[in-house]
């Protein structure tokens, strides 16, 4: 508030005013309260002392504040753009029908049920060849048991017997390579 303040109006009083002759004395008097009053709640009155600086400054600091809250909006608003930007973002990455995680993990839940049904075929199918295999170990064990000791000599003779066919078929193979050379020299010494 400024320190201004405006001269009074001067007092009225009986020199002021000439007191009509109709009127009465009380009448005059409270007429003079009256004005007196008026005069006070002018000269204190903040609008008119000094009051308007005081609400023009306060409009001031309110159209900043306004300004200040305008930018912090805008501000505001670009951020969330970009988080805007961010979830496209991570929803794209989520539910991309190429490349998304949903997808691939809907993938994998799919490859996980057909490895788990190939394996399960794949453990069936090894029972069963378990239970073939079952009666011919026993029937090996006890053709063990029953053999003993001759078991080894007729597994010497198989060896035996697998060794002397490889070197027939070796010996053949020379046989028959000399033989093919022998031709392929007479052929050829015939030609010349």
């Known amino acids: 508030m400024s320190d201004y303040k405006k001269p009074p109006f001067p007092p009225i009083g009986k020199s002021a005013i000439a007191p009509p002759r109709a009127l009465e004395t009380g009448k005059l008097q409270s007429l003079e309260e009256m004005v007196r009053a008026m005069n006070d709640k002018i000269q204190r009155a903040e609008?008119?002392?000094g009051g308007f600086s005081e609400m023009?400054?306060?409009?001031t600091d309110i159209r900043y504040a306004q300004i200040k809250m305008e930018a912090e909006v805008k501000s505001i608003r670009a951020g969330e753009a970009s988080v805007k930007e961010s979830i496209e973002e991570i929803n794209d990455a989520i539910y991309d029908p190429d490349n998304g995680?949903?997808?691939r993990i809907n993938e994998s839940i799919t490859y996980d049920k057909v490895r788990d049904e190939k394996l399960d075929k794949a453990v069936m199918k090894l029972a069963k060849v378990e239970e073939i295999?079952?009666?011919?170990?026993?029937?090996e064990e006890d053709l063990k048991k029953i053999a003993g000791e001759d078991l080894k000599e007729l597994q010497s003779i198989v060896k035996t017997r697998q060794i002397i066919d490889r070197m027939f078929w070796?010996?053949?193979t020379g046989l028959v390579g000399g033989g093919a050379k022998i031709l392929w020299d007479l052929i050829a010494a015939v030609n010349n």
Request: aromatic share 4%.
């Open 133 to 139: 295999l079952a009666p011919i170990e026993k029937t």
């Open 47 to 49: 609008v008119l002392n």
């Open 170 to 172: 070796i010996m053949l």
């Open 101 to 103: 995680i949903y997808r």
């Open 56 to 59: 023009k400054a306060q409009v």
